[in-house]
């Protein structure tokens, strides 16, 4: 079976679950872990689709949606994963995830599962999110205690136990339908 396992990742978060996904199926099937920044021209196809990105504006990236449709990944069998930088228990995380699932069935693809988990925010962001705050006080990430705390929290994640988590989850979704 040929899977293919592609990321979007700014600063390594999604890169690292990716990385610890690609280690527990690496020996169950032929599979491809892509940086989707370095796939420029059109893949070949696969039996089954794991994408991974980090969180933007409460959905999937845009570069990943670039790829995705520029990839043509419709009417697959997919999986998907995310980082985002709340804690996973926030109804936001589930809301992205959500709106990433959304956004795959609406390209008519079938998608077998996913998985999010907080991954550090970058504090250099902060400073741009800082300025646009200035300039529009409802700023979808506008800086408030609440993300000042959510920055801390962020911190050490993914930690070692949302990889073990992110391993568990890919190996008995591949178990239930492979
Ligand atoms: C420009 C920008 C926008 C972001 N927007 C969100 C967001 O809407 N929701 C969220 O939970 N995290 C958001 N984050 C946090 C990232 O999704 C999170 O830190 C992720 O783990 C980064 O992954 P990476 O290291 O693979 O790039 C944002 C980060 C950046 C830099």
């Avoid at 993300?147 to 994640?157: A, D, F, G, T």
Wanted: proline share 3%; glycine share 2%; aromatic share 12%.
């Amino acid at each position: 079976m040929k899977i293919l396992l592609a990321y979007s990742s700014k600063t390594k978060n999604t890169y690292k679950v990716a990385k610890a996904i690609y280690e527990q199926i690496k020996n169950f099937a032929n599979v491809d872990l892509i940086n989707i920044k370095k796939a420029k021209t059109k893949l070949s196809m696969y039996d089954f689709y794991i994408l991974g990105c980090w969180t933007d504006k409460g959905t999937a990236n845009k570069n990943m949606m670039n790829f995705i449709e520029t990839q043509n990944i419709r009417q697959k069998n997919v999986a998907i994963f995310m980082t985002c930088g709340v804690p996973v228990e926030h109804y936001h995380a589930k809301d992205s995830i959500n709106n990433f699932t959304q956004y795959m069935t609406n390209l008519n693809n079938n998608i077998l599962g996913s998985f999010i988990c907080q991954g550090k925010i970058d504090p250099k962001i902060l400073i741009v999110f800082k300025f646009l705050t200035w300039r529009d006080p409802n700023f979808i990430h506008k800086i408030d205690q609440t993300m000042l705390e959510w920055v801390e929290i962020s911190k050490p994640h993914p930690t070692k136990t949302d990889l073990l988590n992110a391993q568990n989850w890919i190996k008995s979704l591949l178990e239930k339908h492979y």
